[in-house]
């Protein structure tokens, strides 16, 4: 099973993952510049792919995702781990170009997908969650109000109980 670890950074999300980034130094296997396309992957060749902490540093967001969908499998997973817009690693890291919400991964779901990449389908989620620190008075105060509901939370709470990060298990559908 090939399993790609896309910006894998120092530390690959799974051992035996073919890793992918732009620095020297990584610990990735194909050194290239992961905001100019085609990647040097071919198609559909992955069963799993991790973007941990990739996706707020790209400029085009939806290219880069047709992009993971092209080199992956019909069916394959794919895990994106992103800072939620609310938490301080969001806006610490001037790499950062995006900052994400819960609901940002709707976009690249069925029709919203299809509209911005001429008709391709895209994603199913599988699975969607926030996670937060280890301070059980707020911490467990924002897990409360998100896991009552997300929308609410993040529309009245965020800024006072920041989440940490999203995790979203795609599906992806060719």
């Given amino acids: 099973m090939m399993v790609l670890d896309i910006g894998c950074g120092k530390k690959k999300q799974e051992a035996g993952a073919i890793g992918l980034d ?4 990584s610990a990735a296997d194909v050194l290239c510049e992961l905001a100019h396309f085609p990647w040097p992957i071919r198609d559909n060749c992955a069963e799993r792919i991790y ?10 967001i939806l290219r ?4 993971v969908r092209r080199v992956a499998k019909p069916g394959a997973e794919v895990i994106a781990v992103t800072p939620h817009y609310s938490s301080p690693d969001s806006y610490t890291d001037p790499t950062h170009v ?3 919400g819960y609901h940002s991964f709707d976009y690249f779901v069925g029709d919203h997908f299809e509209n911005f990449t001429y008709g391709a389908a895209g994603f199913r989620i599988l699975e969607r969650r926030l996670t937060f620190g280890g301070n059980l008075l ?3 105060l924002g897990r409360l109000i998100a896991a009552i509901s997300v ?3 993040e529309k009245h709470f965020a800024w006072m109980f920041p989440a940490r990060n999203i995790v979203c298990r795609l599906e992806v559908v060719k």
């Fill in 151 to 153: 929308d609410f939370y």
């Fill in 98 to 100: 995006h900052h994400l």
């Fill in 51 to 60: 973007l941990s902490h990739f996706l707020e540093h790209q400029p085009d």
């Fill in 64 to 67: 880069a995702m047709a992009e």
């Fill in 138 to 140: 707020l911490d467990g």
């Fill in 22 to 25: 732009r620095q020297p130094g």
